[in-house]
């Protein structure tokens, strides 16, 4: 009969713990009240894929973005992948979310750079005309307006 693991480590929690609620040997350690090693070791036992060395980051959120899951290590950084607030997916490393470089899908700077949506109506085409003509010397009709003194208030 083979001997009993230690502290009642056997594959299937093992697995389930490390694998689907991603949690790291350190944290399982501390739940089972061992060292990590002895965690790492039955790890290895039961070829258990060790997931990689990062941050788990689900469930956060930064800005607008929800850390939804991991996804892969690129060229050393850690990729996650984040719903926005509006909806959208994206995809972010972990310093990009850490350090506020990147706060949503792209939807938030272009609700800060519109000053007042109207750019494209009529009376805002014609205060752009009257501004240049009265401002601009190389407007067609400046010499009737700017050139003669007229401006704007």
């Not at 501390?30 to 965690?39: A, I, R």
């Not at 959120?61 to 984040?82: D, H, M, P, Q």
């Amino acid at each position: 009969m083979p001997p009993k693991p230690k502290f009642g480590i056997t594959k299937e929690p093992l697995e389930e713990q490390h694998l689907n609620q991603k949690m790291t040997p350190k944290d399982i350690a501390l739940k089972l009240g061992c060292d990590h090693t002895l965690v790492l070791y039955y790890l290895k036992k039961y070829n258990i894929k060790k997931l990689p060395k990062y941050e788990r980051l689900e469930g956060m959120r930064f800005g607008r973005l929800l850390v939804s899951r991991f996804l892969e290590v690129k060229e050393r950084s850690a990729l996650w992948e984040c719903v926005c607030d509006c909806g959208k997916t994206t995809i972010v490393t972990t310093a990009n979310l850490k350090f506020g470089k990147v706060q949503s899908c792209g939807c938030l700077a272009i609700e800060t750079s519109t000053t007042h949506g109207l750019s494209s109506s009529r009376p805002y085409h014609i205060w752009r005309a009257l501004k240049t003509r009265c401002d601009d010397p190389d407007a067609i009709n400046y010499h009737l307006y700017g050139g003669r003194g007229i401006t704007y208030g």
